[in-house]
């Protein structure tokens, strides 16, 4: 493959220096995009870590010389200490040839002011984090005048996402591909669970219904089955379903589609008040609990009332009580700090029979998390970094890569990505049961136009398709590397 030498700079000055590698030359793949991320707080640095293992040439800008320190010490980016918003920083950090800039301060203003200068004295695009809910009815006109390629708010999008989960409440994860065609559900199979001790290849015979099992979460292990294993109680399935047919598997399983009708939702910050507008347009009866008291009449105004507001600390647990925890439908945990909320959901596990929600901020002890039994974990973070992740894929599919979308089903141990099929790949016009691929992948779903497939042996692959593949595999680029 052919490369390009990038050379590394060091200088200093009253408001800016650059923080590199200790080396002065580095090689930067020709498909790789020259991506600069204004902001190292939690949201970015999260994204610097995926753009880094995917290997784009990351460049960092903070105002905070130990943040920049800090994360080029952790990933191989390069890094400048200045404000995102100066024409001059951002030349320093190489505006002239970036292909992106992502723009996730804590600051919207400043986040926008720093596209709107990368667009004047570069061409790149940009995407801005912008997070006031205040310019939530002039997003549109924000981002035609600025010219975004795209806006994100972690606090939006984590509310979307659970409000998802609560529209399918026996769910602990929904990811939609193809268009909204096919979604890959995570699911926990409970105690005494007809799913427990059948074979993954009895499971279409078994219920009547079109299942496939693309991932596996069993004791701490992850891995793609194969048709003979045993499906166990406890284990933590990936499956891929189309249209309605997961509300169907789930009736024949016996677990229904129970309806929420009540959510009490601790904590009053960004995510509750987003959430709380998304499940009174649901028809759900929503409870709030904050010790802000400020922030509680905030809430109590912008809800008009709509929602119960309760100002006290949920750690008293005679305030969950007496607001009915007990016979809540759905109880989400999001203050702003990680063990609170884990207390609040394993509070609520004990003491009720409600979908859980907990939201957290560090997934650093996934292993200790996932074995809590919270349900539903949802990570803001995260969120955000899937999504831009997903239009870098996009952007790099114009360059070379046909991934049009990637979701990590399982953190850092599992992911799905959608190809786009090109008519002179070597997967077009034959068998899946004829094609030799790789160990640890599946090919999950495949989109011929509007019609989804659930593959199949017999299944093949046309020339325009979409196709889902998951895979424990790093490092997939193009349908063709599912192939040995």
Same mark, same amino acid.
């Given at each position: ?16 220096? @650059? ?74 950090? %190489?505006?002239?040839? /970036? ?31 912008? @997070? ?16 975004? /390629? ?20 026996? /769910? ?45 979460? @069993? ?24 249209? %309605? ?22 904590? %009053? ?78 509070? /609520? ?16 002890? %996934? ?80 989109? @011929? ?36």
């Amino acid at each position: 493959m052919l490369v390009k030498i990038t050379k590394m700079m060091y200088d200093e000055s009253d408001d800016w220096f @650059h923080i590199g590698r200790p080396i002065f030359f580095y090689i930067t793949l020709e498909d790789s995009m020259k991506i600069i991320i204004v902001g190292c707080g939690k949201v970015g640095l999260a994204i610097v870590a995926q753009l880094s293992k995917e290997k784009h040439d990351v460049t960092i800008v903070d105002v905070n010389k130990q943040n920049v320190e800090t994360t080029t010490n952790l990933y191989d980016v390069f890094g400048v200490v200045g404000n995102g918003a100066s024409a001059q920083v951002l030349e320093q950090a %190489g505006i002239a040839d /970036a292909d992106l800039l992502i723009a996730m301060t804590g600051n919207d203003e400043l986040n926008m002011l720093s596209c709107l200068i990368a667009q004047k004295i570069g061409h790149c695009k940009t995407i801005s984090r912008i @997070h006031n809910p205040e310019y939530n009815d002039e997003l549109n006109i924000i981002k035609e005048e600025l010219g975004l /390629a795209m806006t994100v708010n972690s606090e939006q999008m984590a509310a979307e996402e659970i409000a998802r989960l609560i529209r399918f409440p026996s /769910a602990q994860k929904i990811e939609s591909f193809a268009k909204g065609k096919v979604d890959i559900i995570k699911y926990k199979i409970p105690e005494n669970s007809k799913l427990d001790g059948c074979r993954v290849m009895d499971l279409a015979h078994r219920f009547l219904v079109k299942m496939l099992i693309c991932a596996v979460e @069993h004791d701490n292990e992850v891995f793609i089955p194969n048709g003979e294993y045993v499906l166990h109680s406890g284990d933590l399935i990936s499956f891929i379903a189309t249209g %309605g047919m997961a509300t169907e598997l789930f009736m024949k399983l016996g677990l229904g589609r129970r309806k929420i009708s009540t959510c009490m939702i601790v904590g %009053g910050g960004g995510v509750s008040y987003y959430l709380a507008k998304l499940l009174l347009r649901m028809n759900v009866r929503v409870t709030i609990i904050d010790k802000n008291r400020d922030r509680c009449n905030f809430l109590s105004d912008e809800l008009d009332d709509e929602a119960i507001v309760i100002c006290g600390d949920a750690v008293d647990q005679s305030i969950l009580d007496e607001e009915g925890i007990r016979d809540m439908d759905a109880v989400c945990a999001m203050t702003n700090l990680d063990e609170t909320n884990i207390l609040l959901s394993l509070y /609520a596990r004990e003491n009720s029979k409600a979908k859980l929600i907990t939201k957290v901020h560090r997934l650093n002890y %996934g292993e200790i998390i996932s074995g809590l039994d919270l349900d539903s974990v949802i990570c803001p973070k995260n969120i955000v970094a899937d999504n831009i992740i997903q239009y870098v894929r996009a952007m790099q599919n114009s360059l070379g890569s046909n991934v049009e979308t990637l979701y990590k089903i399982i953190e850092d141990r599992a992911e799905a990505l959608e190809f786009y099929v090109k008519k002179d790949s070597p997967v077009v016009g034959i068998p899946l049961e004829n094609l030799e691929m790789k160990e640890d992948l599946i090919v999950a779903g495949i989109l @011929h136009g509007r019609r989804a497939e659930i593959p199949h042996g017999k299944s093949i692959i046309r020339a325009g398709d979409s196709v889902v593949v998951v895979t424990t595999r790093e490092g997939l680029n193009d349908i063709s590397d599912i192939l040995k």
